[in-house]
């Protein structure tokens, strides 16, 4: 239904110093396009794309690719879809944007902003297995069957560390967790020895900040990017 994840675009107003930063945990550059007029950058560990926006007043979005965009606009609004980003026509960059019920930003483009990097999925960060990004929801339930609607597939698991929802798709995973546990959207790694990994990264200049209040207690680790992005290191 939304086509293939391409990144989570993230806005930042120091692109150097994001750019720096995921450098020291191991991410690498992607060459990127002329399609954005402000300044873009992308950074990848294989698994997850980030795209650092010098646009101070976004907000974090999830970005799929979706070609002949123009052609699947009466499907998406017939599930409900409301956008209030609509730029489509011959000559432009189409682009179809709204906000989910928790108010995560999506965003649907027709072609690819970067060329697809040659590094393997197998070729972690300093992080370790990148596994989701997190996503506070309002509710979970609710959100599980929002997300569904748009072609995941959720699964309550309330084994883990943090009970919530994880919701699986060929190009993406997300986890729905309670605002109560976590207040913002964050990158989820499983980081294997988690001493061993902070370690690491400390090493190279990111040390582990104080987890969240909802989350302390965890075997876990927490980074925060300069733009502001959490980065959750957990030992499974």
């Known amino acids: 239904m939304l086509g293939r994840f391409l990144e989570y675009s993230i806005p930042t107003a120091d692109i150097r110093a994001s750019l720096d930063f995921y450098s020291k945990l191991g991410f690498s550059q992607a060459e990127v396009g002329e399609t954005w007029p402000h300044p873009y950058a992308v950074v990848t560990d294989g698994r997850i794309h980030l795209g650092l ?13 979706k070609p002949d965009l123009l052609r699947h606009l009466v499907a998406l609004e017939g599930i409900g879809i409301e956008f209030d980003v609509r730029r489509l026509g011959n000559d432009i960059f189409n682009e179809l944007g709204w906000t989910d019920p928790s108010g995560h930003r999506v965003r649907l483009i027709e072609a690819r902003t970067f060329s697809p990097s040659k590094r393997s999925a197998t070729d972690t960060s300093l992080c370790g297995y990148f596994e989701e990004v997190a996503l506070p929801c309002a509710g979970l ?29 060929d190009s993406i995973d997300l986890g729905l967790f309670e605002l109560a546990h976590l207040a913002r959207p964050a990158l989820v790694f499983d980081a294997g020895d988690l001493r061993a990994a902070l370690k690491r990264l400390a090493d190279e200049g990111a040390p582990s900040r104080p987890l969240p209040q909802p989350l302390r207690g965890l075997s876990a680790g927490w980074l925060t990017a300069p733009e502001g992005t959490g980065i959750l290191l957990m030992q499974r």
């Open 53 to 65: 926006h010098v646009l101070p007043d976004a907000e974090p979005t999830l970005t799929f690719v």
């Open 141 to 169: 339930q609710e959100s599980k069957a929002y997300w569904e609607t748009l072609g995941f597939v959720g699964m309550d698991d309330l084994d883990a560390p943090i009970a919530h929802v994880p919701c699986t798709s």
